[in-house]
């Protein structure tokens, strides 16, 4: 099975700590937030490619061709155009099954693993700031029906976390715009979930790093759940 890790973001919110080096590398107790990623993947995960842009070269040089007895592999995103942008950019080095990720964000390990035993799924995860995000509209069954980005009023405080279980039927369906110039994963499975099921599974453990804030208590967390990661 392989993993697709979203890295090309340039990272404009970090300010000067990412003047010179991509967000993902941005080091959190020594290693980089993309490291622990890495480290955190299912077992089932034989094959991981790393769409990367801004100074990519350093996560090139960082992890290589081989990391951890998994082959690594790289694809330049010139355009960013968004996550489906990114993910249909690749659509021809996928073969069947794999996991979409953020390259930024802190996953944990039995979350991935509950992503990868459906076909489709959606990781998601209760916070206490859900207007900062996308908020899931879900079935009875827990099946996505919507997404509703950074609503002022959000309807539920259960948001999605960037984490996909997907296979090839996902290029079936257009990418659907969210602005002029970039288009959405998550809403294009919502397009999807017409024609299929796709599971959403609450997270137990999520930290995104979308500020200098959150870099700040990423340090905190870790240091308090450093034992929830696989190193």
């Given at each position: 099975m392989q993993a697709v890790i979203l890295a090309a973001g340039r990272?404009?919110?970090?300010g000067d700590l990412t003047n010179h080096t991509p967000k993902p590398m941005l080091k959190i107790h020594g290693r980089p937030i993309l490291e622990y990623t890495l480290l955190n993947l299912p077992k089932e995960i034989t094959e991981v490619i790393?769409?990367?842009?801004?100074n990519g070269g350093k996560i090139k040089e960082y992890f290589g061709e081989k990391f951890r007895g998994r082959k690594v592999r790289y694809a330049w995103q010139q355009k960013l155009d968004g996550t489906a942008g990114a993910l249909f950019q690749i659509r021809r080095m996928l073969k069947g099954k794999f996991l979409v990720l953020n390259g930024d964000d802190f996953y944990h390990h039995e979350?991935?693993?509950?992503?990868?035993?459906?076909?489709?799924?959606i990781l998601a995860k209760e916070v206490d700031d859900p207007g900062r995000f996308g908020v899931m509209e879900l079935d009875e069954q827990d099946h996505l029906i919507g997404i509703v980005e950074r609503p002022t009023k959000p309807p539920t405080n259960l948001v999605n976390i960037g984490a996909y279980s997907l296979d090839k039927r996902i290029f079936y369906y257009e990418p659907?715009?969210?602005?002029?110039?970039?288009?959405?994963?998550?809403?294009?499975?919502?397009?999807?979930?017409?024609?299929?099921?796709?599971?959403v599974e609450k997270a137990k453990f999520w930290h995104p790093c979308n500020t200098q804030e959150d870099v700040a208590q990423a340090e905190k967390l870790l240091k308090k759940f450093l034992t929830i990661f696989r190193l």
């Open positions: 990272g404009t919110r970090m790393i769409i990367i842009g801004y979350d991935l693993k509950k992503a990868i035993r459906h076909d489709f799924c659907v715009a969210i602005s002029k110039k970039e288009f959405g994963l998550p809403q294009t499975m919502v397009q999807m979930a017409r024609d299929h099921k796709i599971k």
